[in-house]
């Protein structure tokens, strides 16, 4: 199997236009949190949405956390590996991946505080796709690291905020191929 390219550059792009429609929002949240599991069958959801749109595939067991300043990416080895490809774009945003092991693991540990670190530097309102609940081990292995710092953040929906900033379309999104 040919290894996936991504278009760092439309990456880069939308991540940009993301970011900047969050910053617009006064009462916005302090961080962004995407945490996609495994997919059931027939389920399309906004994670899924934000993943395709961002990067051209979906990545599952892939966390995303997006700061004022950069995007931080939790993931095993082999997508950690396409997604380091997205550093090398002209105009790229600050990009951080992480790798964590494909199974729990006491390792994955490590990851996890690094996540909650940095989600604590941004402040305590994180914003989720409230009505989405991921599922996988990775997931509840987040979820178990997560349950000691989680009264310290308050949840804010961000479905509308994704939503808006999907509707906007690109050149190459309109021409039906």
């Known amino acids: 199997m040919s290894e996936k390219k991504l278009d760092a550059p439309a990456f880069h792009r939308r991540a940009k236009r993301l970011l900047d429609a969050w910053k617009a929002d006064s009462d916005g949240p302090d961080s962004i949190l995407i945490?996609?599991?495994?997919?059931?069958?027939?389920?399309?959801?906004?994670?899924?949405a934000i993943h395709l749109w961002l990067f051209?595939?979906?990545?599952?067991?892939?966390?995303?956390?997006?700061?004022?300043?950069?995007?931080?990416?939790?993931?095993?080895?082999?997508?950690?590996?396409?997604?380091?490809?997205l550093?090398?774009?002209?105009?790229?945003?600050?990009?951080?991946?992480?790798?964590?092991?494909?199974?729990?693991a006491a390792e994955n540990a490590a990851a996890y505080e690094k996540v909650i670190a940095t989600l604590k530097a941004s402040g305590p309102a994180v914003g989720v796709i409230a009505s989405e609940e991921p599922s996988s081990n990775i997931v509840k292995e987040w979820k178990a690291a997560f349950a000691g710092a989680e009264a310290a953040f308050a949840r804010r929906d961000?479905?509308?905020?994704?939503?808006?900033a999907l509707a906007v379309k690109e050149k190459g999104e309109l021409k039906h191929e």
């Open 87 to 104: 550093k090398d774009a002209d105009d790229a945003l600050p990009l951080d991946v992480t790798v964590i092991g494909k199974e729990p």
């Open 158 to 164: 961000i479905g509308a905020l994704v939503s808006d």
């Open 35 to 48: 945490i996609h599991g495994k997919t059931a069958p027939d389920v399309y959801n906004k994670t899924i």
């Open 56 to 85: 051209g595939y979906e990545f599952s067991d892939t966390i995303i956390l997006l700061t004022k300043d950069t995007i931080h990416i939790t993931t095993q080895r082999k997508k950690a590996k396409i997604l380091q490809s």
